[in-house]
């Protein structure tokens, strides 16, 4: 027993066998370290330095001051309080007695333009209709009438920006009469003065440019107070434009257009304040070249001779003021009688044009025609009386500018008709055929009632 206990301690205990070695569990490699790297030497990359030019640091404004801050705040308030007051005092009642002047000398301009122009429509015209240039004259009375009562109801200072607009469009159109070969210029006794399609729709250009000279010299005069006295500021810029325009028109030729446009924008020059001293200069200039034209280079010499003496070749040459002044001298001091003229059966020329004054005193007589002068002298005093009254610089020189071109042009033709100057074409206003410059007249007259109705005050009687 005892041996088989020693020999049973002796017995060592059980071996445990070795745990299994763990493999090693391989990671996969990222996909970056996947892909294959190339076998060409990695080169070091060179930065490349563009030279940018260095940011040049706006100077520091200056603190505004207190001041300063309160007093442009006081200026834009004080603007803001014009533009309300100029809005509201644009809902006021327009200058009544202008606008009746102005429907009145419309009404009776296309009455004696149906009894001047029925002769030569029927037998001119290709469908002989006698009513054709009263029909077309009609509608665009209408079609002017309306635009001046649209422009009556709009704020005239809103019309401060279309000025310079107006004058590049008027400069363009002027050109475009003069290219030789334009299949849109018109031409019409040897004057090219109209761009039109047929005889559809016929526009002509110098009204725009008549129009363009008065809102943009009015528009940049106002602004300017003391500078129009000197030449820099008062003279240079508005002479080139003149000139420009003024030669235009004169190339087409309408001579009597470039007259007018020379002459308005003068006027408002001087209205303006420019130094008489530049006026005198001009005028002298002007009368130099004229003398230089007539007597020295002999341009028109011919119509200068027959115009003071057209009895010199009155069948030919002398012809058209021979016949206006027998036409006026027909009408007695009653006239004949309305619709009753015998001078308007194609012996006078342009009886429906430029020479509707004849006709108006042949039917109405001395006494007639010098009614329709009463009632242009009444339309053109109450535009200036309107200038004077105005609240702005801008509105009493667009005024003025209007009313001048009326009373030019109404005293042109007239002296024209009676020969009191040479002849050349101009149209008197609101009567002579024409639709494009009736539409503009018309307009104007709107520009004159939406001054009105910024007028001052004035005293009862």
């Given at each position: 027993?005892?041996?088989?206990?020693?020999?049973?301690?002796?017995?060592?205990?059980?071996?445990?066998?070795?745990?299994?070695?763990?493999?090693?569990?391989?990671?996969?490699?990222?996909?970056?370290?996947?892909?294959?790297?190339?076998?060409?030497?990695?080169q070091a990359r060179q930065s490349v330095v563009v030279?940018?030019?260095?940011?040049?640091?706006?100077?520091?404004?200056?603190?505004?001051?207190?001041?300063?801050?309160?007093?442009?705040?006081?200026?834009?308030?004080?603007?803001?309080?014009?533009?309300?007051?100029?809005?509201?005092?644009?809902?006021?009642?327009?200058?009544?007695?202008?606008?009746?002047?102005?429907?009145?000398?419309?009404?009776?301009?296309?009455?004696?333009?149906?009894?001047?122009?029925?002769?030569?429509?029927?037998?001119?015209?290709?469908?002989?209709?006698?009513?054709?240039?009263?029909?077309?004259?009609?509608?665009?009375?209408?079609?002017?009438?309306?635009?001046?009562?649209?422009?009556?109801?709009?704020?005239?200072?809103?019309?401060?920006?279309?000025?310079?607009?107006?004058?590049?469009?008027?400069?363009?159109?002027?050109?475009?009469?003069?290219?030789?070969?334009?299949?849109?210029?018109?031409?019409?006794?040897?004057?090219?003065?109209?761009?039109?399609i047929g005889e559809l729709l016929t526009i002509q250009?110098?009204?725009?440019?008549?129009?363009?000279?008065?809102?943009?010299?009015?528009?940049?005069?106002?602004?300017?107070?003391?500078?129009?006295?000197?030449?820099?500021?008062?003279?240079?810029?508005?002479?080139?434009?003149?000139?420009?325009?003024?030669?235009?028109?004169?190339?087409?030729?309408?001579?009597?257009?470039?007259?007018?446009?020379?002459?308005?924008?003068?006027?408002?020059?001087?209205?303006?304040?420019?130094?008489?001293?530049?006026?005198?200069?001009?005028?002298?200039?002007?009368?130099?070249?004229?003398?230089?034209?007539?007597?020295?280079?002999?341009?028109?010499?011919?119509?200068?001779?027959?115009?003071?003496?057209?009895?010199?070749?009155?069948?030919?040459?002398?012809?058209?003021?021979?016949?206006?002044?027998?036409?006026?001298?027909?009408?007695?001091?009653?006239?004949?009688?309305?619709?009753?003229?015998?001078?308007?059966?194609?012996?006078l020329p342009e009886e429906h044009n430029d020479f509707?004054?004849?006709?108006?005193?042949?039917?109405?007589?001395?006494?007639?025609?010098?009614?329709?002068?009463?009632?242009?002298?009444?339309?053109?005093?109450?535009?200036?009386?309107?200038?004077?009254?105005?609240?702005?610089?801008?509105?009493?020189?667009?005024?003025?500018?209007?009313?001048?071109?009326?009373?030019?042009?109404?005293?042109?033709?007239?002296?024209?008709?009676?020969?009191?100057?040479?002849?050349?074409?101009?149209?008197?206003?609101?009567?002579?055929?024409?639709?494009?410059?009736?539409?503009?007249?018309?307009?104007?007259?709107?520009?004159?009632?939406?001054?009105?109705?910024?007028?001052?005050?004035?005293?009862?009687?």
């Open positions: 027993m005892a041996g088989n206990q020693g020999s049973a301690a002796r017995r060592e205990p059980p071996r445990r066998r070795p745990e299994p070695q763990r493999r090693p569990v391989k990671r996969k490699p990222a996909q970056s370290q996947q892909r294959p790297q190339s076998r060409r030497p990695s030279p940018f030019p260095a940011p040049q640091r706006r100077p520091r404004r200056r603190p505004m001051s207190r001041e300063e801050a309160q007093r442009r705040q006081e200026i834009r308030l004080r603007q803001q309080a014009k533009e309300e007051e100029s809005r509201e005092l644009a809902k006021g009642p327009i200058d009544l007695p202008f606008c009746l002047l102005v429907l009145l000398l419309t009404a009776i301009g296309l009455v004696m333009l149906l009894s001047a122009s029925f002769p030569s429509a029927y037998y001119t015209t290709k469908k002989n209709d006698p009513t054709y240039y009263f029909v077309r004259q009609a509608i665009f009375a209408v079609m002017g009438v309306a635009a001046m009562l649209l422009i009556s109801k709009i704020n005239y200072q809103r019309f401060r920006g279309i000025g310079k607009t107006l004058l590049y469009v008027s400069i363009v159109l002027l050109i475009l009469v003069i290219i030789p070969g334009n299949p849109l210029a018109v031409t019409r006794n040897n004057a090219t003065r109209w761009l039109g250009p110098s009204e725009i440019a008549k129009m363009a000279i008065v809102i943009y010299f009015s528009e940049s005069i106002s602004k300017k107070k003391d500078q129009m006295r000197s030449f820099r500021y008062g003279i240079l810029p508005y002479a080139l434009i003149l000139v420009l325009t003024a030669g235009l028109v004169a190339v087409e030729p309408h001579l009597s257009g470039a007259v007018l446009i020379l002459g308005v924008g003068a006027a408002l020059m001087l209205v303006g304040g420019i130094n008489w001293a530049w006026v005198l200069g001009a005028m002298g200039a002007a009368a130099a070249f004229l003398y230089f034209a007539l007597f020295v280079v002999g341009y028109n010499t011919s119509r200068i001779q027959f115009w003071l003496n057209p009895w010199a070749d009155a069948q030919n040459k002398g012809y058209q003021l021979s016949q206006s002044l027998i036409t006026i001298g027909s009408g007695g001091l009653l006239g004949v009688g309305l619709g009753k003229s015998g001078q308007k059966f194609l012996f509707i004054f004849a006709i108006i005193c042949e039917e109405l007589g001395l006494i007639g025609a010098t009614i329709i002068m009463l009632l242009f002298a009444a339309l053109i005093l109450r535009g200036y009386w309107i200038a004077l009254h105005t609240r702005h610089r801008f509105g009493s020189l667009m005024v003025i500018g209007v009313t001048t071109l009326v009373a030019m042009q109404t005293f042109l033709n007239i002296a024209v008709v009676t020969g009191l100057l040479p002849t050349t074409g101009i149209s008197l206003p609101f009567f002579s055929y024409g639709g494009t410059a009736l539409c503009i007249q018309l307009a104007e007259m709107g520009l004159v009632l939406s001054v009105s109705r910024q007028m001052r005050p004035t005293k009862a009687g």
